[in-house]
């Protein structure tokens, strides 16, 4: 019993266990001022417990970048910056162009994760390890 113990507590210390790539999808629904649902489905890599991902094209309406560190205990605050894509997918119809930035909350373990960022909708990140 003892040796499982101090098994996950080596494995919970250790910074560098999430590193490799990631399969994200961020899902956001339908907003109550009647922005569009829509779903991104990315790949993120993390390096020495550090996650980087992209989607869409860096500097044109529709990217978003996702980034920041993992805990060794799996715990994360990501930084998502972006560029809103069309009006019709975006909180009050906000113009094409615009930047944006959400702070991500997030828990990883060895294959999975779960994220959210809240906003006047709440959007939900999934991790999964291909």
Avoid at 43 to 51: E, H, I, R, S, Y
Avoid at 105 to 122: I, P, S
């Amino acid at each position: 019993m003892l040796a499982a113990l101090g098994a996950t507590a080596v494995e919970a210390a250790d910074p560098g266990r999430f590193d490799g790539s990631w399969a994200v999808t961020l899902a956001c629904p339908g907003s109550p001022d009647g922005a569009a649902p829509f779903t991104f489905r990315f790949v993120a890599n993390v390096k020495d417990g550090v996650l980087h991902g992209e989607n869409g094209h860096a500097g044109q309406p529709g990217w978003m970048s996702l980034d920041g560190p993992i805990q060794p205990d799996g715990a994360a605050v990501l930084d998502a910056n972006g560029i809103a894509g069309h009006a019709a997918y975006n909180i009050n119809a906000t113009q094409a162009g615009t930047p944006y930035h959400h702070s991500v909350t997030a828990h990883f373990d060895a294959a999975r994760g779960t994220g959210q960022w809240v906003t006047v909708r709440a959007c939900d990140f999934t991790f999964v390890r291909p």
